[in-house]
């Protein structure tokens, strides 16, 4: 490096934002994730003895330090150590580094290590194409993602690799954090003369979500658009504060992890009964941008699911509000969006609509049986083949009701759904039963079958079957 790219470096260092300035060397100076690389931990022997040897996956929600605990071993490890970003970087960039890797080891018996940020990015092609050498041992992989490994990164990879999962840090972390920053002369503001308010502190840390970057950065805006006083003091109050960082930041990536546990919170919510954490849920998802149709498509399926028969009114109100919000939109359009949320909250349950589940495992196991002939249609061969002969119109009966058969043969007796005693549901069973019992005395059945409830598991894999794979909603 010359005399002037020398100088360069210093000043991008110099210029470099405080969150990039602060950025801790050591693991002593690292703050929070003790889970995983506390005193003792497997992690942190692993990497102050410089043992490195097999690929890891660090994955966390952005600021909880993945890229700073891959700078440390960066500094601390004897390997040549490579950086690639995956929103920037590409196969023919990985080539490079791939070969200039196997070179070293051939010349110099030199492992590398390469630490690929944002590695979710890359796509299979691109994964495939690092999967070999990180399986002979030419590239020791540090992958950082945002995302869920065991979703976006491919399955050989992430067999290669052990995963170290961080957390977003504690309001105790980013308060230390931000002191270090006030404090330390090199890097931070600590020749200059800054007060930083209890109340302005407290507001940063909280505000900040866990994120050490984003409370930095605020830091920093604070800092940076307030003059100093006549006594040259920088003061940062709690209106400076609240400025420089208005708005919590919500980890929510419609593609990612935060969009499909947050739906699943809010669903298992409604479906347990608890408007309270319902509405949460629904805050969250509207706070961070979620598109409220999508929203209320899972409040229709949800209506039919788990209400069904107990409030049929259920499927009314939340079909309801999808069209009322079309027709109005937001914010307005929050209002038949949370009525639909607190309706289907605290209306009787009922899942007994998956009895349709159990009739398509039927015909998967037993196959197609022919519709009996007087049930079948009438309007084109009654006369040479008989077809309808024999129905008899339920209309005509004084209850309107008559016990006749429409399963065929071999399944009468076979009963798939079952009513349950909730809501208006407990009404349906009480009809139901004399209905059965009166069809089973016409037909002579003597025996019966209720076919049994089916799991959770074999009712989303029947799912899976009615639709052609595609992306998770």
């Known amino acids: 490096m010359d005399l002037f790219e020398n100088a360069f470096q210093n000043t991008l260092r110099e210029e470099a934002p405080l969150a990039a300035r602060m950025r801790p060397h050591t693991l002593d100076d690292f703050v929070g994730q003790d889970d995983i690389i506390g005193p003792g931990r497997l992690l942190r022997r692993t990497i102050e003895a410089d043992r490195l040897f097999s690929s890891i996956i660090l994955w966390g929600p952005p600021g909880s330090g993945k890229t700073t605990l891959a700078m440390i071993i960066a500094h601390q490890t004897k390997s040549h150590f490579e950086t690639l970003s995956a929103v920037l970087a590409g196969k023919a960039e990985l080539k490079i580094v791939i070969e200039a890797a196997l070179e070293r080891r051939k010349l110099y018996r ?79 503001y600590g020749k200059r003369k800054i007060l930083l308010d209890e109340d302005a502190l407290g507001h940063l840390v909280h505000i900040a979500g866990g994120d050490a970057r984003n409370a930095l950065n605020a830091l920093e805006l604070a800092v940076e658009s ?20 208005q708005r919590r930041a919500v980890l929510y990536d419609k593609d990612g992890d935060a969009h499909y546990d947050t739906i699943s919170a809010f669903i298992k919510s409604v479906r347990g009964s608890d408007p309270d954490a319902a509405l949460y849920w629904l805050a969250k998802m509207l706070y961070a941008g979620e598109d409220p149709r999508f929203i209320l498509r899972r409040l229709i399926i949800l209506a039919g699911e788990d209400i069904g028969l107990a409030d049929p009114q259920g499927l009314v109100v939340a079909t309801s509000a999808a069209y009322a919000f079309d027709y109005i939109g937001l914010p307005e359009g929050i209002y038949p969006l949370a009525e639909a949320t ?18 398509y495992q039927l015909i998967e196991k037993e196959g197609i049986t022919a519709v009996p002939q007087h049930l079948q249609d009438d309007s084109r061969d009654r006369q040479a083949l008989g077809h309808g002969v ?82 998770r909603e």
């Not at 006083?229 to 609240?242: H, P, S, Y």
């Open 342 to 359: 607190l309706y289907l909250a605290t209306a009787p349950k009922s899942n007994s609509a998956t009895a349709y589940f159990k009739a």
């Open 110 to 188: 030199k492992r590398t290590i390469l630490f690929v940020d944002e590695v979710h990015r890359w796509n299979k092609a691109q994964q495939d194409a690092l999967l070999p050498h990180v399986e002979n041992g030419t590239i020791t992989l540090i992958g950082a993602t945002t995302e869920n490994p065991y979703f976006e990164v491919i399955g050989a990879l992430v067999s290669r690799s052990r995963i170290f999962q961080l957390k977003p840090l504690e309001d105790r972390h980013i308060r230390i954090i931000i002191e270090r920053a006030l404090k330390d002369p090199e890097r931070g």
């Open 226 to 245: 307030t003059p100093p006083d006549e006594q040259g003091i920088v003061k940062i109050t709690l209106q400076i504060a609240q400025e420089s960082i």
């Open 390 to 471: 024999g129905y008899q119109y339920p209309h005509e009966a004084e209850d309107h009701f008559l016990p006749q058969q429409y399963l065929p043969k071999p399944l009468l007796g076979t009963y798939f759904y079952h009513s349950t005693n909730q809501g208006y549901e407990a009404l349906v069973a009480e009809r139901l039963e004399r209905w059965r019992r009166a069809q089973r005395e016409a037909l002579g059945i003597n025996q019966t079958e209720e076919y049994p409830e089916l799991s959770q598991e074999t009712i989303q894999a029947i799912k899976r079957r009615h639709q052609p794979t595609g992306p």
